[in-house]
């Protein structure tokens, strides 16, 4: 059987999705849409060029015209929205309008829960949507999902993500595979962690630690950033004693943007200054922007999760490890594929009817063993240890 399949969104995780549907989602069509059609068509060149199958085709669509994007999504049986989390409500409505499985890419925990309140109309329509999709939050969830289906109970979960360019280079150590708005908005407010079985606030950048990896990646430096449970430890309240979720970068690194944050320079509330109205993110973007753009597609992804619990009461411990590279045959860095994948890799699944049909968190939409198994399929080593 085959499925017509849509991006909205042609930058980079938007590639990786369409490739994935092409590869591994017995495609019929794949359309790549963008406000900038040069764009579209640049990644559905791409994208068909790597598959040798010309099937992903470029179209120019206006994120904020629902009554464009519901013309689009006519007769597509799942898309993957890879615009800013800004747009992913109204796009949400347009799904259920046109009856089309839908996915996104998250960043904002806010707008998530204002989408699963649609669940009910997502449902009787006989479709899936899926938001905060990606890497963290998104596989990672998957994979803590797993944890959940292997365990009696659980007492702990600590969670650790990353992409980082392979060869770190001074003074920045860091370059950002991904879009910079959702860098600032991961590193500023809090995150929702679960401490003592209760739901917890936790500012951004606390909870400092160092974290020993296999060589070349040796110690990497840990730290809160928020919205990469999304609305996970509001549904484990109670059910666990620990849930926590922190971001690695080489060393130094959190030093440096916490000074940023400190300043004030993440603050999106416009200042005056010599006459002039700024905003302080807008500012910082622009000069920070140019200073960590990739300078190499050379990137490493890491998954790291740590759990305590009790398996046919013996106390146990589980460790799920991923750490992917860029793939040098494909062009598609680590970033792209945990992320736009994971997106993606729900959208077949919706396709097929092998998700809860509703507006539904990652966790609760197929089965953490189904995203492994997945994975696996695309060559991804993810490795699991219990003892």
């Known amino acids: 059987m085959s499925y017509n399949y849509a991006v909205i969104g042609s930058g980079r995780q938007g590639i990786a999705s369409a490739y994935d ?76 309008k046109s009856k089309t499985n839908m996915t996104d890419l998250g960043g904002n925990t ?22 905060d999709c990606g890497m963290d939050p ?41 879009n910079l708005n959702g860098l600032t908005n991961e590193y500023y407010g ?4 679960i401490e003592n079985g209760k739901v917890k606030e936790v500012p951004c950048f606390d909870g400092f630690e160092v974290i020993d990896f296999p ?66 993110r807008e500012f910082y973007h622009f000069l920070i922007g140019p200073k960590i753009k990739p300078k190499s597609n050379k990137d490493v992804g890491i998954i790291s999760i740590l759990a305590k619990g009790i398996i046919n009461g013996e106390n146990k411990n589980l460790k799920i490890e991923l750490i992917d590279y860029y793939d040098e045959n494909t ?14 890799v729900i959208s077949i699944l919706s396709a097929q009817n092998k998700t809860v049909k509703g507006a539904v968190p990652v966790h609760q939409a197929v089965s953490g063993k189904s995203i492994i198994e997945e994975f696996r399929k695309r060559g991804l080593i993810i490795k699991i240890e219990l003892g």
Request: one cysteine or more.
């Open 138 to 178: 998104g596989l990672n969830i998957s994979l803590i999902s797993y944890i959940f289906e292997i365990f009696d109970s659980i007492e702990e979960i600590k969670s650790y993500g990353a992409g980082l360019p392979q060869h770190p280079v001074p003074p920045w150590n860091y370059e950002l595979y991904f």
């Open 215 to 280: 060589e070349p990646l040796g110690k990497l430096e840990a730290a809160v950033t928020s919205g990469g449970l999304s609305t996970l430890p509001y549904e484990l309240e109670g059910k666990i004693k620990t849930l926590t979720n922190k971001t690695l970068r080489y060393p130094g690194h959190w030093n440096q943007f916490k000074a940023y944050s400190q300043l004030g320079l993440f603050d999106e509330k416009p200042l005056f200054f010599n006459g002039c109205q700024i905003s302080p």
């Open 331 to 344: 062009g598609l860095t680590a970033m792209q594929k945990l992320t736009g994948w994971h997106a993606s």
């Open 110 to 131: 806010a707008i998530v829960k204002e989408q699963i309140k649609l669940n009910n109309e997502a449902k009787n329509n006989g479709i899936s949507i899926v938001p």
């Open 190 to 193: 809090n995150a929702i962690f």
């Open 21 to 96: 549907f092409v590869k591994y989602g017995e495609a019929a069509k794949v359309i790549m849409a963008d406000i900038n059609f040069d764009a579209a068509k640049d990644a559905a060149g791409k994208v068909n060029g790597l598959t040798g199958k010309p099937i992903c085709e470029p179209v120019e669509l206006n994120v904020k015209d629902n009554n464009q994007v519901i013309s689009l999504l006519t007769n597509i049986d799942s898309m993957v929205s890879a615009v800013p989390y800004k747009f992913n409500l109204e796009l949400t409505k347009c799904a259920i």
